[in-house]
């Protein structure tokens, strides 16, 4: 049995839906503020702060700590984990080191918030995280083009949790990820639909069974998409 714990990453938006869709999103920021790859704000810096002393509680009513670290590339989650558990665990030199995970990623394309820094970049920002195997110099799935379909996106984090359970022993795993991340994570494995609050954590127990392999089948997924058109003016209507 596993035990997953998923923390949602704290990334408030600046505009409404369709601004940012059509025209903000593809941009690397407004003049004022960056949002690729985006820091967290100081709203999220607060939201990771409350999930750290909601930890600091539930180890006073004796609920096990994590034995395993997962983290998206993105800075936003990674600063999330770091805030969240530097003081409870991460500063004791014994304590595993959080894994920086490609595949764990929000919505891959046209986002720019979405593209993820260098590794050099993430290894001078986060020293004490480390890099699964195989973990690229430059990001090697976002494009502006074009953006993931969210079933699509379902069968890459199907495929990252199978590489977890495939490779990590332990009982107790926490996995820090994204709001679109974390809700296809919950389906593939069958959880019941859950939407968790910006900084918001959940508990998950997983049965992982393993099964003999099965040959390439044919599936059906959705296409990917481009951005949409904005049928006004962005600027002069913020």
């Given at each position: 049995?596993?035990?997953?714990?998923?923390?949602?990453?704290?990334?408030?938006?600046?505009?409404?839906?369709?601004?940012?869709?059509?025209?903000?999103?593809?941009?690397d920021g407004n003049?004022?503020?960056?949002?690729?790859?985006?820091?967290?704000?100081?709203?999220?810096?607060?939201?990771?702060?409350?999930?750290?002393?909601?930890?600091?509680?539930?180890?006073?009513?004796?609920?096990?700590?994590?034995?395993?670290?997962?983290?998206?590339?993105?800075?936003?989650?990674?600063?999330?984990?770091?805030?969240?558990?530097?003081?409870?665990?991460?500063?004791?030199?014994?304590?595993?080191?959080?894994?920086?995970?490609?595949?764990?990623?929000?919505?891959?394309?046209?986002?720019?918030?979405?593209?993820?820094?260098?590794?050099?970049?993430?290894?001078?920002?986060?020293?004490e995280f480390v890099?699964?195997?195989?973990?690229?110099?430059?990001?090697?799935?976002?494009?502006?083009?074009?953006?993931?379909?969210?079933?699509?996106?379902?069968?890459?984090?199907?495929?990252?949790?199978?590489?977890?359970?495939?490779?990590?022993?332990?009982?107790?795993?926490?996995?820090?990820?994204?709001?679109?991340?974390?809700?296809?994570?919950?389906?593939?494995?069958?959880?019941?639909?859950?939407?968790?609050?910006?900084?918001?954590?959940?508990?998950?127990?997983?049965?992982?069974?393993?099964?003999?392999?099965?040959?390439?089948?044919?599936?059906?997924?959705?296409?990917?998409?481009?951005?949409?058109?904005?049928?006004?003016?962005?600027?002069?209507?913020?």
């Amino acid at each position: 049995m596993e035990m997953l714990t998923f923390l949602v990453e704290c990334c408030p938006y600046f505009y409404g839906t369709h601004l940012w869709d059509c025209h903000w999103s593809l941009l690397d920021g407004n003049g004022t503020s960056v949002w690729a790859d985006a820091e967290l704000t100081n709203i999220g810096i607060t939201e990771a702060q409350r999930a750290n002393i909601a930890w600091k509680d539930q180890i006073k009513a004796d609920v096990p700590l994590p034995e395993s670290y997962y983290s998206s590339p993105l800075r936003r989650a990674a600063s999330t984990l770091e805030i969240t558990w530097k003081d409870i665990t991460l500063n004791n030199h014994k304590a595993p080191k959080p894994i920086v995970k490609e595949k764990l990623r929000e919505t891959i394309g046209i986002h720019t918030c979405d593209r993820r820094s260098s590794r050099t970049e993430i290894a001078e920002k986060f020293p004490e995280f480390v890099f699964e195997k195989g973990f690229l110099e430059n990001d090697p799935y976002w494009t502006l083009k074009w953006r993931e379909p969210n079933d699509v996106r379902g069968i890459r984090l199907g495929e990252a949790l199978n590489d977890i359970f495939a490779h990590d022993n332990n009982t107790y795993i926490s996995i820090t990820a994204h709001s679109g991340a974390i809700t296809s994570m919950l389906q593939v494995l069958g959880h019941r639909p859950f939407r968790l609050q910006t900084g918001g954590m959940i508990p998950v127990v997983v049965k992982v069974e393993f099964v003999p392999e099965r040959g390439p089948t044919l599936t059906s997924v959705s296409p990917s998409y481009g951005a949409p058109s904005c049928t006004t003016n962005p600027i002069t209507n913020l």
